[in-house]
């Protein structure tokens, strides 16, 4: 006769199958770095396709951190996409008032032409920031956006989405708080620790951009308004 676990034996198991559920997971990671109060004026800056300026299946560094993603394809228009999704997202799920983006460009280029461009890119972008009356910029870069191939449940190829975004102090010239996101969607006999996101997206292949649309939602839930 095989032997019952312990009452410890079942704590371990229990413990193991928490471990197994929760350690992978399609969720974005977050970090406050600094100090704000979530009601500052925000320039949102267009994310930059660093796929477009680096290549694709590189690793690339964030500019603003050093933190190391993996480039892929990135189709037309998804950083234009992404850009929107993170204005709807500051705009229904915080307090943050948007400044408009219009001018930061001519800010940027005038601010090279009298030799800044020599300053970090934190600098940079505090500085317009600064010139455009606002309290953060927000920045983000993507790194990867390949869409689903296949239907909800027959991919042929995954979706695979990349990117990560800042909050910077103007003032300070600091990032104040950070948030990223990398996904390549997995079968679940591929990876059992994906059972959560499993169930959580009733066991479909998504597309890119419901990917990118619930990391954005995902990331800014901790400045939603009770």
């Not at 471990?19 to 109060?37: D, E, R």
């Not at 009601?39 to 590189?58: I, S, T």
């Not at 850009?83 to 001018?103: H, I, N, Y």
Request: glycine share 8%.
């Amino acid at each position: 006769m095989t032997p019952r676990p312990s009452k410890f034996g079942w704590a371990v198991i229990m413990v193991c199958c928490l471990a197994l559920w929760s350690c992978k997971s399609s969720t974005p990671v977050t970090q406050v770095m600094g100090t704000f109060t979530g009601k500052e004026k925000v320039l949102v800056m267009p994310f930059q396709n660093m796929a477009w300026l680096h290549g694709a299946d590189v690793n690339v560094r964030s500019p603003l951190t050093g933190k190391v993603f993996m480039t892929g394809p990135v189709g037309e228009g998804s950083d234009r996409l992404l850009t929107e999704l993170l204005v709807d997202a500051l705009g229904q799920q915080t307090e943050f008032k948007t400044v408009s983006s219009r001018e930061a460009y001519a800010v940027l280029d005038a601010l090279k032409a009298a030799g800044d461009n020599r300053r970090s890119p934190l600098r940079m972008l505090a500085q317009t920031g600064r010139q455009l009356k606002a309290d953060l910029v927000a920045q983000g870069y993507l790194y990867r956006y390949k869409d689903r191939v296949g239907r909800n449940y027959s991919a042929e190829s995954a979706a695979s989405v990349a990117f990560d975004v800042y909050l910077i102090d103007c003032a300070g010239q600091k990032i104040v708080w950070s948030g990223y996101f990398d996904e390549t969607q997995q079968a679940l006999s591929d990876d059992l620790r994906y059972i959560g996101t499993f169930f959580r997206r009733q066991g479909r292949w998504i597309t890119a951009e419901q990917m990118a649309r619930t990391a954005i939602d995902d990331m800014f839930k901790e400045f939603r308004q009770p």
